[in-house]
C-alpha cells in the first residue's frame, strides 16, 4: 500500500507500507492484522508505515499556509513522486522514493530529516526507516 499525499494546509506525508505478498490480494482475519484482536503486526502488511512528514523530521518550517514556508500552501503547487529502482527500470526492486514540489515554477526538494542526524537525506530508503523506526521507539515491521 502507499500512502502516496496525506495532507492538509498544515501538514504533508507520504507513507509506504510494504507487504509480505506481492500484487493485488484480499486478506481475512490475522492475515489483515487485526486491531481489535490484538493482532495488529501479525499481518501481512505493515500497518504503520515508514512516512516522511516534514514536521515530524524536523523542519516547521517547510510547508504550511503563508509565504514564511518553503512551500505554501495557501497557494497552488504540485508535488512530484519519483520512485528510484535498483536497476533504474520499472521492474527493478523500488530503492528509494524521493519527493520534489513545484512552486512560481521554482522546484523545491522535500526538506532534510534533520532530526534523524547528518547524512539523514529526505527521501525513504530502508537506511531512512530504519533510523526513522529506531528515533522514535516504534516497531520496525516495515523491515519484516
Excluded at 526538494?109 to 537525506?121: F, T
Aim: charged letters at 25%.
Amino acid at each position: 500500500e502507499m500512502d502516496i499525499w496525506e495532507a492538509n494546509n498544515m501538514a504533508t506525508a507520504f507513507t509506504p507500507h510494504t507487504c509480505a505478498k506481492a500484487g493485488l490480494t484480499k486478506c481475512d482475519g490475522t492475515e489483515c492484522g487485526d486491531n481489535d484482536a490484538g493482532e495488529r503486526y501479525l499481518g501481512i502488511c505493515d500497518k504503520d508505515g515508514c512516512d516522511y512528514n516534514n514536521y515530524r523530521m524536523g523542519e516547521q518550517s517547510f510547508y504550511g499556509a503563508g509565504p514564511s514556508f518553503d512551500v505554501d500552501s495557501s497557494r497552488p503547487f504540485s508535488i512530484v513522486t519519483q520512485f528510484i529502482t535498483s536497476d533504474n527500470t520499472d521492474a527493478g526492486d523500488l530503492v528509494e522514493m524521493k519527493r520534489f514540489y513545484v512552486q512560481d515554477g521554482k522546484v523545491v526538494p522535500n526538506s532534510e530529516a534533520s532530526i534523524l542526524g547528518p547524512q539523514a537525506g529526505n527521501s525513504v530508503t530502508d537506511d531512512f526507516c530504519e533510523k526513522q523506526k529506531s528515533k522514535f521507539g516504534d516497531l520496525n515491521d516495515f523491515a519484516a
